[in-house]
């Protein structure tokens, strides 16, 4: 695993200057191919309700999910994002996906909802734009369907062509019946203490105008390896040059690395597209994938394991380096091993003929499989993805480590296991610890949380920023602060959470609530928003906090990885500390740094757990005292 011992640099939080501007341009600018949009080539337009029909709380967790929505976009300049009264960011814009997300938030609300005042922005955007055939999708948020909110929508709407519009209905008061004559797509979020629309991860490419599917591998995030022209899968590592992108919602990170070493670069705001016939996509490895065929999942899991394997598959060429089997309890079989002659038609339908049986899983089963199909010699990595289905076996599962270290590892064997089913605990598989993982316990969502075929393959070292290291921010939920400063701290975590990279090592929990754990599966925009839509519960508790913190670090494997643990505290009172120091004794290995919110706090009465404090007195400014120098240390970087 990467490790890195310095801090590295991180970028500020994006506004919308000329200097953001000009280098969104250059990155917008880049050369792309269709293949690389995400989630497919479309305009889209998210028109947002700042009508002042929603409440506050509501109405921040609308900007929020439309926020979060964007940064799992690419290709800023399709995005629009425009309400009735404020259009901040038109289609074909300068400004990056950070600076669009910074616009969304800092909409205010206005008046009454206006649907023809929608249309019209609309229809202002279309006009502007040469769509070259590419599909538009429209999603239209909206809180009010009344006669008054409606009037004279229809004069406008006569005038826009050729868009696919959805309605976001928003509250248990709108009424979609009243918008038939407008569009049949509608996707309901009546309940706005859900953090975002009902089925949403099912509905959104529709309501993007994807008319042909969906795509979630970026050219961002894919690594593209150059070679020669060569059908042949033994070419020697030393002939690979791997050229790769890391993107976050706030900054664009660039590395570069032979197949064998990493190494990090500052910040750049460039990209290449540059490509020939024998581009190895997502990178040069040979790929293996074994799915399970036992009784462990359902029928619809099993399919559903099936079609995403089918999907991840049609997103690699080179064709001739894939082979895919099947494994159970006893063995299993290569169906379609490598060679010069296979093509994605017969790969797909060794697919399809795959028939699930009733015999019980064995992770041991399917090491078996692969030491049978493993040559001896290679000259190239083999990247293997193994969907895991129970893990409840403890002896079985130590076979497969057995035979994963003695067999497999020596030829160049690395592992990616995807974690399916209801069955399964990743700690039961530490034994595999150089595995990459993704979960997928949630067989409802139509692949594994944060899923990367780039990352799944191996293909990229994402860098550790600004280290590695576990961070835990201690939000204050208490109801010490006034709701203008308990919201700016929440939009400084968000912004500080988004200048981290690898969201796995994130935590953001509070003494009344725990929203993001370590190891949560979120993306990065979706910690922020989880974060943003805190609230304000009942008096300080550090007890509370500590306990928090030691509930994260007993579930999670450290492996010895350094801990940072910021708790925000604005009230050092003998009732808000009182019974504290009985976990505090139990939290060894842990940095923590006390951030001092406000004039009430007094750092001394908390010297017997830390003598690490960031102060933020005056919360009139935008972040703590001396953030940029502090923070390294805060977060647990040596």
């Known amino acids: 695993m990467f490790y890195c011992n310095n801090i590295l640099p991180t970028t500020p939080t994006t506004s919308l200057s000329n200097t953001s501007a000009t280098t969104a341009l250059t990155i917008g600018s880049t050369s792309t191919s269709?293949?690389?949009?995400?989630?497919?080539?479309?305009?889209?337009?998210?028109?947002?309700?700042?009508?002042n029909i929603l409440s506050t709380d509501s109405y921040n967790k609308q900007l929020n999910f439309i926020s979060s929505a964007i940064g799992d976009i690419n290709h800023p300049e399709r995005i629009q994002a425009i309400g009735a009264y404020e259009q901040p960011v038109f289609w074909n814009s300068p400004f990056s996906i950070a600076?669009?997300?910074?616009?969304?938030?800092?909409?205010?609300?206005?008046?009454?909802?206006?649907?023809?005042?929608?249309?019209?922005?609309?229809?202002?955007?279309?006009?502007?734009?040469?769509?070259n055939n590419a599909p538009v999708g429209a999603l239209i948020f909206i809180s009010d369907t009344s006669d008054a909110a409606l009037q004279d929508a229809s004069a406008v709407f006569s005038l826009i062509q050729n868009v696919r519009i959805t309605f976001v209905l928003l509250g248990q008061n709108t009424d979609q019946n009243k918008l038939t004559n407008f569009s049949s797509n509608f996707i309901n979020w009546k309940d706005l203490s859900q953090p975002l629309p009902d089925n949403w991860n099912n509905l959104y490419g529709t309501a993007y105008g994807c008319s042909e599917g969906i795509s979630t591998i970026s050219s961002i995030s894919t690594v593209t390896t150059i070679l020669p022209s060569s059908s042949s899968v033994t070419l020697p590592t030393s002939a690979a040059t791997v050229s790769s992108s890391i993107s976050s919602t706030?900054?664009?990170?660039?590395?570069?690395?032979?197949?064998?070493?990493?190494?990090?670069?500052?910040?750049?705001?460039t990209t290449s597209s540059t490509s020939s016939v024998g581009d190895y996509v997502p990178c040069q490895v040979l790929i293996t994938?074994?799915?399970?065929?036992s009784n462990a999942l359902s029928i619809d899991q099993f399919q559903k394991q099936l079609t995403f394997t089918k999907n991840f598959i049609t997103q690699i060429n080179h064709l001739e380096r894939i082979q895919y089997g099947a494994y159970y309890e006893g063995n299993g079989n290569m169906t379609?091993?490598?060679?010069?002659?296979?093509?994605q038609a017969g790969l797909l339908q060794a697919i399809d003929d795959t028939k699930q049986t009733n015999l019980p899983t064995s992770l041991a089963g399917a090491m078996r499989v692969l030491s049978n199909n493993a040559p001896q010699n290679r000259t190239i990595q083999d990247s293997t993805i193994i969907f895991v289905t129970d893990t409840t076996n403890s002896i079985e599962i130590q076979q497969a480590v057995n035979l994963y270290n003695s067999l497999l590892k020596p030829r160049g064997v690395r592992l990616t296991f995807i974690i399916a089913g209801n069955k399964t605990d990743v700690n039961a598989l530490r034994g595999f610890n150089d595995t990459i993982f993704f979960n997928w316990q949630n067989m409802s969502n139509s692949q594994p949380y944060n899923w990367d075929l780039s990352r799944a393959l191996g293909c990229t070292i994402v860098p550790y920023i600004p280290c590695q290291s576990w961070i835990s921010f201690g939000v204050d939920d208490s109801n010490v602060l006034d709701p203008n400063s308990f919201t700016k701290h929440l939009n400084f975590i968000s912004n500080a959470i988004g200048n981290i990279t690898h969201p796995e090592r994130i935590a953001a929990i509070g003494a009344y609530s725990q929203p993001v754990t370590w190891n949560s599966g979120l993306t990065i925009p979706q910690i922020q928003s989880a974060v943003t839509v805190v609230s304000q519960r009942g008096l300080y508790n550090l007890r509370n906090q500590f306990a928090a913190i030691l509930s994260n670090v007993q579930n999670t494997p450290l492996n010895n990885i350094p801990v940072g643990?910021?708790?925000?505290?604005?009230?050092?009172?003998?009732?808000?500390?009182?019974?504290?120091?009985q976990l505090f004794n139990q939290l060894t290995n842990v940095r923590i740094?006390?951030?001092?919110?406000?004039n009430s706090v007094d750092s001394s009465k908390l010297t017997q757990f830390s003598s690490n404090f960031v102060s933020w007195r005056d919360l009139s400014q935008p972040q703590p005292d001396n953030w940029n120098n502090l923070y390294g240390p805060a977060y647990g970087c040596n």
Do not use: H, M
């Not at 989630?39 to 947002?48: E, L, M, R």
């Not at 938030?105 to 734009?129: D, H, N, V």
């Open 250 to 269: 706030t900054q664009t990170v660039s590395s570069s690395s032979s197949v064998t070493t990493a190494s990090q670069t500052p910040i750049t705001a």
């Open 593 to 598: 740094t006390f951030v001092l919110l406000g």
């Open 99 to 131: 600076d669009i997300q910074t616009a969304v938030k800092a909409l205010p609300q206005e008046g009454a909802y206006r649907l023809r005042q929608q249309f019209a922005e609309l229809l202002t955007g279309l006009e502007s734009i040469q769509t």
């Open 289 to 293: 994938t074994l799915v399970d065929i």
């Open 34 to 51: 269709p293949s690389n949009y995400i989630p497919c080539q479309s305009w889209i337009s998210f028109n947002i309700d700042d009508s």
């Open 565 to 581: 643990a910021l708790i925000f505290i604005s009230d050092t009172s003998d009732p808000a500390l009182a019974g504290a120091d």
């Open 336 to 343: 379609y091993k490598w060679s010069d002659t296979n093509t």
